[in-house]
């Protein structure tokens, strides 16, 4: 059986300077850490997660938890957290909560269990109970995307209410005025922010909103489908559609396709956030688009420091808020 003693003497280094590219490669100098990675290579070594662990005092393992790993905008967050976490000798295990608040609070319970190192989470639990929990928990956690009021925790979102700002500006410029707008959950941090910027901007131009016309999706397709189609069998339908996240802006085109209704010849429509694949669908969809690699790559930064210091524990939570960008696509049009 191959030791690391095999893979030192191979590479030419003490076994000690293994160890370190094992579980701090960044200290380790380029030719030398090379080197180490070919004798591994060669000799087929194995790292043992037990027995890095005991060499740290802290588990290799990290926790990503969040609500849809289906949606492109959390598998890309994810991707940049699992390249960080493996530059650093981490291995990242993922959780899905599928939204719901109960299974993601036992989700973190058992990774806390598993003496796991830190974990990074895009919360759905909200209010001040789960605010105290997560304030409370032991191992080092990072929120992104989703924000908990009064949890204390370190936080990297975008500006949520500038996403439907933009969105509704654009529209009204226009010349909509009927414009619908389906919302992700109530009480969840994006989707308040995100309604906040839409009713705001309507109502700092002076535009009278029919509540009537703005409805909770849930962030999930089938929500956004049925209060899609509700928006648009009215006699009074809108005449623009604003989806909250991609899911909902996605399902609310499918709508307009199965209604025979063109887009945006009939009905306008944007949505924050992209979809795979949207180059090809028609019409492009007009949309503002969050930085996700740039919010998985601080995450991850974030979260690495707070494992790496545990006396930093001191140091206030900070929040990093990216501003979102505007894609302008051809789902729109002047009235």
């Not at 992104?144 to 204390?152: C, L, M, P, R």
């Not at 995100?194 to 029919?210: E, P, Q, S």
């Not at 998985?296 to 707070?306: K, T, W, Y």
């Not at 140091?315 to 049009?333: A, C, H, K, N, Y």
């Amino acid at each position: 059986m191959t030791t690391i003693r095999d893979v030192a003497r191979l590479a030419g280094v003490s076994i000690s300077t293994v160890s370190l590219a094992l579980n701090s490669p960044k200290r380790v100098g380029v030719e030398t850490l090379d080197r180490i990675q070919q004798a591994i290579k060669s000799t087929g070594y194995r790292i043992d997660p037990v027995a890095q662990t005991l060499a740290r005092g802290r588990s290799s393992l990290i926790g990503f938890v969040s609500a849809n790993l289906g949606n492109m905008f959390f598998g890309d967050i994810r991707r940049e957290i699992e390249r960080q976490g493996l530059d650093n000798g981490y291995f990242v295990l993922i959780a899905d909560s599928s939204g719901r608040a109960d299974l993601e609070r036992a989700l973190l319970e058992r990774l806390e269990a598993q003496k796991i190192a830190g974990i990074a989470l895009a919360a759905n639990g909200h209010g001040e109970e789960y605010a105290t929990f997560l304030r409370d928990f032991k191992t080092p956690i990072v929120m992104f995307d989703q924000k908990v009021e009064g949890a204390e925790r370190d936080f990297v979102g975008s500006d949520n209410p500038l996403t439907t700002t933009i969105l509704t500006e654009h529209l009204l410029q226009l010349g909509h005025r009927r414009i619908g707008f389906i919302s992700g959950p109530s009480g969840l941090h994006t989707a308040d922010e995100r309604l906040k910027g839409f009713m705001n901007t309507m109502a700092g131009a002076g535009v009278d909103i029919d509540p009537s016309l703005v409805v909770e999706g849930g962030y999930t397709r089938t929500g956004g489908h049925a209060q899609a189609m509700r928006l648009l069998t009215r006699r009074d339908r809108p005449t623009a559609i604003i989806g909250a996240n991609n899911m909902t802006g996605l399902a609310a085109l499918q709508v307009m396709q199965e209604m025979g209704f063109r887009c945006p010849d009939d009905v306008s429509l944007a949505m924050v956030d992209d979809v795979p694949w949207s180059n090809v669908i028609t019409p492009r969809i007009t949309m503002v688009v969050q930085d996700a690699q740039k919010l998985g790559e601080l995450a991850a930064q974030r979260l690495l420091a707070r494992i790496a210091s545990p006396e930093g524990a001191a140091e206030p939570p900070q929040d990093f808020i990216l501003t979102p960008r505007f894609v302008r696509g051809e789902s729109t049009r002047r009235l």
